[in-house]
Structure formats: structure tokens, C-alpha cells
């Protein structure tokens, strides 16, 4: 049988490559592939990182300042370190352009979940509820990628949004404020659970606990954001080097998926690509197709084939992507405790709020503030500098922060598509169009009022106006725009990921959820990749 | 122009941002920078000269009297903070203040707490705000008087 070419190196890509690696299926994977700096000084922890280094400054804002935030500086604000710069870097002719929405995207080996944050929720049966198959179905994919990637987590009353699954292992150690956090839940937990419907428990996150197959258990560094330099926060580039040991794999990184070229059948019969950063195009023959390149990317790669191949533009509808409202939070009990840099740095706790429907969740992931950079606090403060670095390092560890995030549905009026080049030689743009829901602000100011009033029963104080809604496009959870359809319809898939319009064409990635939870989509796009390779190949 | 101000502006003379880092390092920590952070203070400015020039008069007006020792830095950091929230004055001290706790030495003042109880924070609190206040006071008065006079006029660093 002949390989299958995968495009896109990210959470679905690897995981697709890797069951189908299994199966004895060939794989043959285009991959813009960017690689990053690897992590220096692996036993040090952020403290002795920073006494360990020739140039600290160059590590931690860049030789060119990528790192640093100064105020009155336009746009969101992402914190992205300059190890990380590598993820978003594009091609020099990606041009693309958003209305109502700020795409992100990503050129990295691994994707953009080289920069996530970890967290895995997998979707329970009202979340699948328009997908063609049930928690069931899934389960047991959950619990293969849990084993293949690790997962730790809590089985508490969090549980009931999120399904308990084989494969979850113990939950980290809790940074001191976290763990004050839920010490203080338990006593108000049945008062804030009747009010609000606000429950707490333990995140679940991609981190091991314990050292397995080259990887190292968390050692509480304080550098996750930095780069996990013992790879215990799990990134798809660790699949990927899984994927690379199979004879029946190959890699071809630094290249560049154009478009596919079909035939009168429909039917899929090159990929046209050129290396990342210019260079001559060429076709490479396909007999089956999986694009997993991220919904953006995947949508580019189908626009510019179908153009090419019809001769029309279209436009796919259904953008989806999770409104994040970030709640910034103080414990005052906190002030004046010294913060321990060796932590886990992300969220380690989270908060759900019941809804009705159920499926429209909300999701809030509650950061406590341990290493990190200062200066971006520090320049938001109503305080002379001198004041806002005494109010900091004296508050630092009653500070947090809970990032809440809505459920999206698919609209049309939501979509992607294609603008011609504006003249010779110049790249088409990618569009993305978003428009939020009518009831949107109603259902943002009634989940933070709930969240609000729980933080208040758990000690802790929001100030007035510290809300940040965050524009569309900053979640980075894109997804809707091909469709998992059980009708024959255009621009929809099968169950198995299979084009309608294309018989040998298949999209494993987040573009076929049909319904966007207010969670991170990454551990379904994962489970859901598997799947696919199962049920398809 | 854009918020970062003019692209392409010349970077200022090495000596003259030296002096500028020392008063900075001085107001922000108490003490003068180590070589290694004036060191990037400079480069700071070479690597994105534009993102440090002064938006309009009154942002250049703050900067040109922070080189005057006859005026509390604070007082200007806090009228810059009202009047100029993203102003030049603020960048310089926002890169400071990165560079500092970046750097061994100096990233402790950014770490470690000044008073073990939140009753004393909240007073010592206190007391700086009022000291804040009076400092913009001063910073309004003293920036009106500047203003007059025609400091900053044609430019600054």
C-alpha cells in the first residue's frame, strides 16, 4: 500500500502519522517544520537560570528585544518569549488579513501547541452532541493519547464536565497559592456551587509526573514558558521524534504546502510545494491526502486548490474559535508571602460554570503568578514605576489570573476564504471574517459576574475594570470550516475525515468540528486524529 | 509615526544614555546599574532607536527634564504616567526596569517583598500614595512651567 502524505506536523498530524506508523500504513509528511533554540542549561531552575547565563538579557528579551512590552504598544499582548518567536514566524508571502478576528498561525514542527499551555479536557456527550459520534466513541482514543502523551490530573468536581478517562496520573505538586486556593474551595465549596454553579478542581495537563522514554518528570524549574527543558510538558515535535523511528516514515521539513491538484474524478493527485522560504515549486504525486495543518492553514491549502482546480473562489463558513475574557485577580491574604519561583508555571487549577444548555460550559483556567517576566505588570500599573515595583514584588504571590473561555458555534457569517493577489507576483490573501453572536454580551457579563462573586467567596478581589475581553483569534482554537457532515454536502466530511468533494482527500484536523467547546481543543484534536487513522486507513 | 514613535530616529550618543541609565537605575533600585546592565541599556536603544524618541512636545518636555537633577525623576515618571501613559519617559523606565530583573544582581528588588503582613504593605502603600500624589503635583507644575519656557520644544533623546 502506498504512503499516505500528511501535511502539517501538529497535534493531528503527528498523532494521525503515528497510528497509522503502527498499522504498517507508510507516511509521507510535508512539514514547514521551524525549529527553535534548544533549552540551555536543563537541571538549572529559573533563579540559577538567570545567574548561569553569559547574557541573560539576550535569553530572556531577545538580542533584539522580541521579549520586551512597552506601554502604548498596539495589539494584544501575547508574552510570548523570544524561544518561542519561532512558532509564529511566517513565510515571507503568508499574507493574510482579519475582520473581527486576529489570526494566529503557525510554521512550527509541532504546530502552535509548541506554545500552548497544556491543558487537556476532553469533550463529554452534550459538547459532541452535532458531532457524528459520542463520548463512547471516543473514550477509548482519550485514553490512547493520554498514555502516549501523559496526562495528570485530579478526579474531583471538575469531573462532571470533564469524563474521567483510562490513562490520567497523579496531579503535580500545587504552588503554594494554588493550593491555598483550594484549601479556602473547600470550605465555601457548597455555597459557591448553589449560588453560581461554580466548581473547582485540579487542571489536567500534558506533564509528567514521573520520567518516561527519554522524557524527564516536571522538577518545578519555573520555565515552562521559556521552554520545558526536560520535556516533561509535552509538545507534538516529542510525536513527531516518536514518528521518525519508523522505516515506513518519511520527513520533509522546511517545505511549503501550496495547493493539491485534482483530477475531471475528483479525485487528489499532487501536492504542490516549495521549500519555506522561497525556492522553485514542484509537484510531489499523492494517492491519499491528510491535511492536518491547523484550520487556517488547512482552509489556505483548500481555497487555493479549489480556485485553482474550478476556476471559482469560495468561501468556507463556520469559523470557530473561543472568546477568552481574562479576569485578573489579587488574594490580599497573599501580600507580603514571598512567591516560590519553583513551580509549575501554568495554570495548575481550574473553575467551570454550569450552563444551560450544558453544552455551553464555561471553561476558566486559574494561573497563579510565579516566574515571570515583571515589566508587563509593572507598565499596566496607575503608579509611578517606583511604585508599581514596590506594589509588585510585595503582592506577587496574591496575584493570579482566571482565563475564561465561551463556546463558539458555527455561522456562517464566520468564515475563511481567499483574496486575489493584488498583482503580479503577489501573494492571495486569507481572509478571516468573524462576527461575535448577538446574545455574546449578555452571556460574557453574566458568566463574570458568577466568577466575580466565586472569587470574592474564595478571598480574592477583582478590581474594577481589570477585565480584559480579548479580540477574536487570540484563543488560537480555530475550527469548523470542513465540517464533519452526515449529509453529502459541499465543503463537509465524512465521519472518517473523508472530502465530500474529493474521494481521496481527508481533514483530521480541528477545520471538521462541528461544535466548539469552551475548552482547549488540542486533547480532542489529538483523540480525534487517532480516530480517523483507525476508522479510515 | 507609530506608538513605538519615529522609525528610524537616531539612537543618542552612548555617553549621554549612561547618564541616563545611572539616574534611572538610581530612582528604580536605589543604586547605579552594574556595566552589564548600562551596557544593554545602550544597545536597548541602538537596537530599536525609534521605539525611545519622544511622540510629540509634551513627551519630549518630560524627557529633556529628566536630565535636570533639580527635578524628582518621580514626579515626572508619574505626570508622565497621567499625561503620557505611552511616552517616551515610560519606555525608557519600562526597558530599565526589563533589563534589571533580568539581570543577576538586580532582578531580587523585583522579587522579594518588603513587609511580611498585608497590614504593613497597605500602609506603607499609604504613605507612597500620598507621596505619589504630591509628586504629580509637583511633575504638573513644574511640566506647565516647562511647557512655557519652551523646553523640549526641538526635541529630545
Known amino acids: 500500500m502506498s504512503a499516505v502524505t500528511v501535511v502539517g506536523s501538529g497535534p493531528s498530524g503527528v498523532h494521525f502519522a503515528l497510528t497509522l506508523l503502527r498499522r504498517g500504513i507508510g507516511v509521507h509528511m510535508i512539514d514547514a517544520g521551524r525549529e527553535g533554540p534548544p533549552p540551555p542549561e536543563a537541571e538549572a531552575d529559573f533563579a540559577a537560570l538567570r545567574e548561569a547565563l553569559d547574557d541573560p538579557v539576550a535569553y530572556f528579551l531577545g538580542e533584539d528585544l522580541y521579549g520586551l512590552a512597552l506601554p502604548g504598544a498596539a495589539g494584544e499582548f501575547y508574552g510570548f518569549p523570544p524561544q518561542k518567536r519561532f512558532v509564529f514566524e511566517p513565510p515571507p508571502d503568508a499574507a493574510e488579513r482579519g475582520e473581527g478576528f486576529e489570526p494566529l498561525g503557525s510554521w512550527a514542527a509541532g504546530g502552535l501547541a509548541r506554545a500552548w499551555t497544556g491543558g487537556v479536557y476532553p469533550f463529554n456527550d452534550e459538547e459532541l452532541a452535532e458531532f457524528p459520534f459520542g463520548w463512547s466513541d471516543l473514550e477509548p482514543f482519550y485514553a490512547e493519547v493520554a498514555a502516549r502523551i501523559g496526562v495528570t490530573g485530579a478526579r474531583d468536581d471538575l469531573a462532571r464536565f470533564m469524563p474521567w478517562h483510562e490513562g490520567v496520573t497523579d496531579p503535580l505538586d500545587l504552588d503554594p497559592p494554588s493550593r491555598a486556593l483550594l484549601t479556602r474551595y473547600g470550605r465555601v465549596r457548597d455555597r459557591i456551587r448553589r449560588r453560581y454553579g461554580c466548581h473547582v478542581g485540579r487542571s489536567r495537563i500534558a506533564v509528567l509526573t514521573r520520567p518516561r522514554e527519554g522524557r524527564g518528570e516536571c522538577g518545578y524549574l519555573g520555565r515552562c514558558l521559556w521552554g520545558c527543558p526536560v520535556g516533561a510538558l509535552y509538545t507534538p515535535e516529542l510525536t513527531l521524534a516518536d514518528c521518525r523511528r519508523y522505516d515506513g516514515f518519511r520527513y520533509e521539513g522546511g517545505t511549503l504546502a501550496l495547493g493539491f491538484r485534482f483530477d475531471e474524478g475528483r479525485r487528489v493527485r499532487g501536492l504542490r510545494v516549495r521549500p519555506l522560504d522561497g525556492g522553485a515549486e514542484r509537484e510531489i504525486p499523492v494517492d491519499r491526502l491528510a491535511l492536518a495543518a491547523g484550520t487556517l492553514s488547512t482552509a489556505r491549502l483548500f481555497l487555493a486548490s479549489w480556485l485553482e482546480g474550478t476556476g471559482r473562489a469560495a468561501e468556507l463558513g463556520g469559523l470557530m474559535d473561543n472568546r477568552q475574557v481574562l479576569v485578573p485577580f489579587v488574594r490580599p491574604a497573599l501580600i507580603g508571602r514571598r512567591y516560590e519561583p519553583r513551580s509549575y508555571q501554568y495554570h495548575q487549577l481550574s473553575l467551570g460554570l454550569e450552563s444551560e444548555p450544558a453544552r455551553e460550559y464555561v471553561h476558566g483556567q486559574i494561573t497563579t503568578l510565579t516566574t515571570a517576566q515583571a515589566h508587563p505588570i509593572l507598565a499596566t500599573m496607575p503608579f509611578d514605576a517606583r511604585t508599581a515595583a514596590f506594589v509588585f514584588r510585595n503582592a506577587r504571590a496574591s496575584l493570579g489570573l482566571v482565563n475564561l473561555n465561551f463556546h463558539d458555534s458555527r455561522r456562517e457569517t464566520c468564515s475563511v476564504a481567499l483574496d486575489a493577489p493584488a498583482g503580479p507576483g503577489e501573494p492571495a490573501v486569507l481572509v478571516t471574517r468573524y462576527r461575535p453572536p448577538a446574545d455574546e454580551p449578555a452571556r460574557l457579563r453574566s458568566a463574570l459576574r458568577r466568577v466575580k462573586k466565586s472569587l470574592r467567596a474564595l478571598g480574592c478581589v477583582v478590581a474594577p475594570g481589570a477585565t480584559h475581553i480579548r479580540p477574536m483569534g487570540a484563543s488560537v482554537h480555530y475550527a469548523g470550516t470542513l465540517p464533519m457532515s452526515r449529509e453529502p454536502r459541499p465543503f463537509t466530511v465524512t465521519r472518517e475525515g473523508r472530502s465530500h468533494d474529493f474521494e481521496n482527500l481527508f481533514i483530521v484536523d480541528g477545520s471538521t468540528f462541528p461544535f466548539l467547546p469552551a475548552k482547549n481543543i488540542t486533547f480532542t484534536l489529538m483523540a480525534n486524529a487517532v480516530r480517523i487513522a483507525g476508522e479510515a486507513f | ?157
Open chain 2, 1 to 157: 509615526m507609530s506608538a513605538n514613535g519615529v522609525a528610524g530616529a537616531p539612537a543618542p550618543e552612548r555617553s549621554v544614555l549612561e547618564v541616563e541609565c545611572d539616574r534611572f537605575a538610581r530612582y528604580l533600585i536605589g543604586e547605579p546599574p552594574r556595566p552589564y546592565v548600562r551596557d544593554w541599556y545602550v544597545k536597548g536603544h541602538a537596537v530599536g532607536p525609534g521605539r525611545f524618541a519622544p511622540d510629540g512636545g509634551l513627551d519630549a518636555t518630560l524627557l529633556s527634564l529628566s536630565a535636570w537633577r533639580g527635578v524628582p525623576l518621580r514626579a515626572l515618571d508619574m505626570t508622565g504616567r497621567v499625561l503620557a501613559p505611552g511616552g517616551a519617559l515610560r519606555r525608557k523606565l519600562v526597558l530599565l526596569v526589563a533589563i534589571l530583573e533580568c539581570a543577576p544582581g538586580s532582578a531580587e528588588r523585583f522579587e522579594a517583598p518588603d513587609h511580611g503582613s498585608p497590614a504593613g504593605f497597605f500602609l506603607a502603600l499609604a504613605g507612597r500614595g500620598l507621596v505619589s500624589v504630591a509628586a504629580l503635583a509637583l511633575g504638573l507644575a513644574v511640566v506647565a512651567v516647562a511647557r512655557l519656557g519652551g523646553v523640549g520644544a526641538r526635541g529630545a533623546r
